[in-house]
């Protein structure tokens, strides 16, 4: 409802995204090295190296400014934990015991696995105590966020100004003054064109272009071209049954919930609710769907009678998949227990796709096994024959069966908008001396998505100034529209004072009436400001806007509409984004007054250099 409020990128979300980019070992404390090495920037006293940035990055793109920005997020992070540690911060073994025990890839049956902790440790990092080390400092972040940025609290008087303005809306039309409303108004005889095309000679400049032959030679054509037997197909789907049927089980239950903090005898009374209960709809089936509706405890498919659709092997908890895929259409589970609780469940359905369903797949599949081989055979003798036939492209068309296309005009500088023959190196191919000059085949192109190409010139034009000729048109569209825009801020700015003078208003051609606001706004950023910058004291009021494009548009509002009530839900939402909004300049400050209490320094190596 209040999206906008969300759309300022934040201090904070930089420092969140930092912590969550951390949390798999990002670390640099471990990796300072011996005092004397180069080091990329030192945040009071650590050092942050290369090395520690080259691992943050790892597994991401490296370009410039995304390894910037992670040296900043690292910065951040060393800023917080120097203050967290110089007021005492610490991560209790408990603590840091019970955080590594939740974390999700380290369970087993919702229980803490210590053999996926291991292989966790072994593939990751040299010990135990590295990964712990690194978890601890990453909870001291999180934890001075939480004491620095948590969500401020907003009054209500300040959240309800906030939605009536947010809310208010305008009821308006508009006029809208064009360049080309102008166009009998500017010069546009042939002293005025040709005073342009001189000025702007070298724009008016045709570049060097090229006309092309080529053959195309693709993996997918390959593939098509070869006939899959149904004996083939039948059996790679006898072979695949179990991943190409997708089979799927639809299953409702009756579940009795158990909370995780319930005491044996709790426990116990509940199991045997859940048993009687599965005594009932064992004598009565067919009322499985009604007494889901009156026992069952999850609130997403009671009211469905525990229908919970269509699901995969693996979608649901364990020991629920596990008895859901051992059982048979129309079967009652015995009690089936999971971390959530008791658990009666019926199958419903079970479906999977037929071999007609996915005989096109298959063949598909493959049709693509088999292009491979003889795709690189094809493509071995599409650079054999061009290069020995290379003043022709009759050899490769007559050994490969294919077909001779022709392109458009080619520039050489500005490729074209296609995949194919706007790809740098195979304008660099046709561009060539060899190609163009001796008139000779390309050599093949890989031009990705398992295409090879082999092209030739069949026409070239020189780059070449333009005649006035055959721009005159184009000049005379760029004359209007700089000059008529002139014109056109000229008279909006007069007729915009006559409107506020009370003179003509009535006189205008004005748009049917709209109502905009700022909730849901429907003009521009600009035409919204000056829209809502006319006071509601004395209506109809007046703005004009100055668009790029050359038009001048005047908008005439003539009512002021209050914003509706929100309810409790928005009013909520409204308050917890003000109070974010709070947090991140809280947060902005903090980290100001961090980098002059620990200096951030500049050390003797760059982002590009080798370690």
Not at 357 to 378: M, T
Not at 506 to 525: F, G
Request: overall charge neutral.
């Amino acid at each position: 409802m209040f999206e906008f409020v969300q759309n300022n990128k934040t201090v904070i979300q930089v420092i969140l995204g930092a912590v969550a980019l951390t949390f798999v070992g990002f670390g640099v404390s471990s990796y300072t090295g011996a005092t004397d090495d180069p080091y990329l920037v030192k945040v009071g006293s650590t050092k942050i190296y290369k090395r520690d940035l080259d691992r943050a990055l790892e597994g991401q793109s490296s370009d410039p400014a995304t390894r910037q920005a992670m040296l900043e997020n690292m910065i951040r992070r060393e800023l917080l934990l120097a203050d967290a540690r110089d007021h005492g911060g610490t991560i209790s073994p408990d603590q840091l015991r019970k955080f590594i025990a939740a974390i999700p890839i380290f369970q087993e049956n919702g229980q803490f696995s210590p053999d996926r902790y291991s292989e966790f440790l072994k593939s990751r990092y040299p010990s135990a105590e590295a990964f712990e080390a690194e978890i601890s400092r990453d909870l001291l972040v999180r934890s001075q966020l939480d004491s620095v940025a948590g969500t401020q609290f907003v009054p209500d008087v300040i959240v309800n100004h906030v939605a009536a303005l947010l809310g208010e809306g305008r009821e308006l039309q508009a006029l809208l003054i064009k360049p080309s409303d102008f166009a009998a108004e500017v010069k546009t005889d042939d002293a005025a064109i040709k005073a342009f095309y001189d000025a702007n000679a070298k724009r008016f400049r045709s570049a060097e272009q090229v006309k092309l032959d080529y053959v195309l030679l693709s993996q997918d054509a390959v593939a098509q071209g070869i006939k899959i037997s149904d004996a083939d197909v039948q059996k790679y789907y006898d072979q695949h049954k179990a991943d190409l049927a997708g089979e799927q089980r639809r299953a409702s239950h009756i579940l009795l919930a158990v909370d995780k903090s319930a005491k044996p005898e709790q426990k116990a009374k509940i199991k045997a609710e859940a048993e009687a209960i599965l005594k009932d709809v064992r004598a009565n089936p067919a009322k499985f769907a009604e007494i889901a509706k009156a026992k069952s405890q999850d609130p997403g498919s009671a009211e469905k009678g525990g229908d919970l659709g269509f699901n995969a092997r693996g979608v649901m908890v364990k020991p629920f998949d596990d008895a859901v895929f051992a059982m048979r259409p129309g079967q009652i589970s015995d009690l089936v227990e999971t971390e959530y609780g008791f658990h009666i469940i019926k199958l419903d359905e079970v479906k999977s796709q037929t071999l007609d369903q996915v005989k096109g797949a298959i063949i598909d599949k493959l049709q693509k096994q088999k292009a491979a081989a003889l795709f690189r055979e094809q493509s071995d003798k599409l650079n054999e024959v061009s290069y020995q036939q290379a003043d022709s492209l009759k050899g490769v068309v007559e050994a490969l069966k294919l077909e001779v296309k022709h392109s458009g005009w080619i520039q050489r500088n500005q490729p074209a908008q296609d995949d194919l023959l706007g790809n740098t190196k195979l304008l660099q191919a046709v561009f060539s001396d060899d190609v163009l000059k001796k008139k000779h085949n390309s050599e093949v192109v890989d031009v990705g998505g398992g295409r090879l190409v082999v092209a030739r010139v069949a026409d070239h034009q020189p780059e070449r100034q333009l005649p006035i000729a055959e721009v005159r048109d184009q000049i005379k569209g760029e004359l209007i529209a700089r000059d008529g825009a002139k014109l056109a801020d000229k008279k909006g700015q007069a007729l915009l004072a006559e409107l506020k003078a009370g003179k003509n208003i009535d006189a205008q051609q004005w748009t049917p009436a709209q109502t905009v606001s700022r909730r849901a706004p429907s003009l521009p950023q600009a035409d919204m400001r000056a829209v809502f910058a006319v006071g509601a004291a004395k209506l109809p009021g007046f703005a004009g806007v100055r668009h790029d494009t050359g038009e001048y548009v005047i908008y005439r509002v003539n009512k002021v509409i209050a914003a509706p009530a929100i309810s409790d839900a928005e009013r909520a939402q409204l308050g917890g984004q003000l109070g974010q909004v709070s947090a991140d300049g809280q947060l902005g400050a903090y980290l100001k007054t961090l980098r002059e209490k620990y200096p951030v320094t500049a050390g003797k190596q760059s982002l590009s250099d080798s370690n």
